[in-house]
């Protein structure tokens, strides 16, 4: 009887072992895993970076984005009949045109089914305001660099250095205008004038996507369409922005409008080489610096900050 009741203790002792390793197993995954796809009702788009069309550039050692990944995620959020909502969160300079027009056409498609907030951080320039213009509502943090509503095209031009090093250029082409923007001779004023022109099409196109979007008047819209930025306080006095604000402030609008309480599901970008290597030179930088600053500065001393902008 007595070997009966220790095998019996020693079974009930092993189920409250494994029913306590589950509770915590379980209280685990709670913790580290996202919310159920079902609990996601706004859909986050961060937009960091120079615009370019596709991920062909994924080795470049600057920050950038593609219109085909904003887009597939424009249209994952848009299928998902549980997200309500989808901001933009804008941290760019602008881009190539192409590119941001795909993304502002995208965006326009969503509005039919979505509430769409654009935020913009630090910076919401160029093609980077053309995208944030189509949304239905634009935040804007009150020191942000917005706007700068223009076209540019640059080339680098080594004429003058084959010149100087006595080097001849020689190229063979069909066609009167093949060889326009080479960087190894200068352009004609015929050249140059065929270069504007076509410049001032795709600015023209600019300032009235600006002009429909934004609610404004054409020659509001080509006042402010000198190429000048506007910090984010100017831009709502001028009508480039709804309101000052951030994230928070966004989250605030939407869940407002819509009558919900807003669960965030968020859209990143995965990250390319540069990006991981510079995460762990920066983490390795910081665990080296960490070291050697303990060792030389209590932090009991430490009484001010400086603030860099």
């Known amino acids: ?27 685990f995954l709670i913790l580290v895993l996202p919310p159920f796809p079902s609990f996601y009702n706004v859909g986050r788009i961060p937009l960091n970076g120079v615009i370019l069309t596709t991920e062909e550039e994924r080795l470049l050692p600057y920050e950038y984005v593609s219109s085909e990944e904003i887009i597939k995620n424009i249209e994952d959020a848009t299928k998902n009949k549980n997200i309500k909502a989808i901001i933009f969160e804008i941290n760019s300079p602008g881009g ?23 935020v913009i951080r630090e910076q919401g320039t160029s093609g980077a305001y053309w995208i944030a213009s189509s949304c239905d509502y634009v935040l804007a943090h009150p020191l942000s660099i917005t706007g700068s509503i223009g076209v540019t095209a640059s080339y680098l031009e080594i004429s003058g250095l084959l010149e100087r090093f006595n080097i001849t250029y020689v190229n063979l082409t069909t066609g ?24 001032e099409s795709i600015h023209e196109t600019f300032i009235m996507e600006v002009t429909k979007n934004r609610g404004l008047t054409e020659k ?56 991981k290597l510079a995460e762990v030179h920066s983490q390795a930088n910081f665990w080296l610096g960490r070291g050697i600053g303990a060792s030389l500065v209590d932090k009991n001393l430490i009484s001010s900050m400086e603030i860099v902008t």
């Open 220 to 275: 509001q819209v080509e006042e402010l369409a000198n190429g000048m930025f506007y910090l984010g306080t100017e831009a709502k006095e001028l009508g480039l922005v709804d309101a000052i604000g951030s994230r928070e402030e966004a989250i605030d609008y939407i869940e407002k409008k819509l009558n919900i309480k807003a669960n965030l599901k968020e859209y990143k970008k995965p990250k390319s080489f540069f990006e």
């Open 1 to 27: 009887m007595k070997r009966i009741a220790k095998e019996r203790g020693k079974h009930c002792y092993g189920w409250v072992i494994f029913a306590i390793v589950l509770v915590i197993l379980l209280f």
């Open 176 to 199: 009167k205008y093949k060889e326009t923007m080479s960087p190894f001779r200068e352009l004609t004023n015929e050249e140059r004038e065929i270069i504007l022109k076509k410049l």
């Open 96 to 118: 190539s045109a192409v590119a941001s027009s795909e993304i502002a056409q995208a965006i326009k498609k969503a509005k039919k089914e979505k509430l769409t907030v654009a």
